[in-house]
């Protein structure tokens, strides 16, 4: 980048290629500009039909989402999925696990919020979790 030597992952003036500058509000994380409370599918599906591990942008990383006893369910899934742009979403099943992965849980929507983000949740401590598989659809 103009002989400079710039982690494209993570530098907000040059995330993903040179020059590529995020906005003041978004984060450089893996490449992409993203705001803080940003969700994600992994992986995600194109046929039309989303589906894949949750994870929000919680303190500026990507973190993973717990599955559960009141921990995430269909109404956390939909809330999930209208922030993607898709009308309404389930939990599949649980599935997606890590290690040591910053974790979020707990979350308690309502059905009305906007983002995931605005939804009350906690954080877990644990050193591994089980994370939920979401379908979204049109």
């Known amino acids: 980048c103009a ?38 599918l992994e992986p995600n599906n194109s046929d039309g039909v989303a589906r894949g591990g949750a994870s929000i942008v919680y303190q500026g990383v990507w973190s993973a989402i717990l599955y559960g006893t009141n921990s995430y369910d269909n109404t956390d899934a939909t809330v999930t999925c209208r922030q993607l742009g898709f009308a309404s979403g389930t939990v599949l099943t649980s599935g997606t696990s890590c290690a040591g992965c910053p974790t979020v849980y707990a979350f308690q929507c309502t059905g009305e919020e906007a983002r995931l983000a605005d939804c009350p949740f906690g954080l877990y401590s644990g050193f591994e979790y089980t994370g939920p598989i979401v379908q979204c659809v049109p």
Do not use: K, M, P
């Not at 003036?13 to 509000?25: M, P």
């Open 3 to 40: 002989g400079g030597c710039f982690d494209l992952t993570l530098d907000r003036d040059n995330c993903g290629v040179c020059g590529n500058t995020c906005r003041t509000s978004s984060l450089c994380l893996l490449g992409n500009c993203v705001d803080e409370g940003a969700v994600a």
